[in-house]
Nanobody, 123 residues
Framework: QVQLVESGGGLVQAGGSLRLSCAAS????????MGWFRQAPGKEREFVAA????????YYADSVKGRFTISRDNAKNTVYLGMNSLKPEDTAIYYC????????????????WGQGTQVTVSS
């Protein structure tokens, strides 16, 4: 069992930055691929970014590539999402998730989910 707790969301103006954190407890953090997803009102939950177990490989949705950075610190059992040049369309609840395997892009590959943190970008 893995428990995930996100933090760092908030209200920011367009063009601003935020850094989300996701702290994990339970089973060994480093054995999981970690991902960030987001869900805007009335929309499906969508992939944002993922990072492999060692942190050596990262993957991004086209909509955030070049603006967002995913990283992890296995010693601290924490995964981060740095978000720059934020746009109003980035407004959503952001979830971190842990996957034991499978295609990192699909939410079905993730077994454990956090409760989410709200990010609101004003224009």
């Amino acid at each position: 069992q893995v428990q995930l707790v996100e933090s760092g969301g908030g209200l920011v103006q367009a063009g601003g930055s935020l850094r989300l954190s996701c702290a994990a407890s339970g089973r060994t953090f480093s054995t999981y691929v970690m991902g960030w997803f987001r869900q805007a009102p009335g929309k499906e939950r969508e992939f944002v970014a993922a990072i492999n177990r060692s942190g050596g490989s990262t993957y991004y949705a086209d909509s955030v590539k070049g603006r967002f950075t995913i990283s992890r610190d296995n010693a601290k059992n924490t995964v981060y999402l740095g978000m720059n040049s934020l746009k109003p369309e980035d407004t959503a609840i952001y979830y971190c998730a842990a996957s034991g395997g499978g295609n990192y892009y699909y939410k079905e590959s993730y077994r454990y989910w956090g409760q989410g943190t709200q990010v609101t970008v004003s224009s």
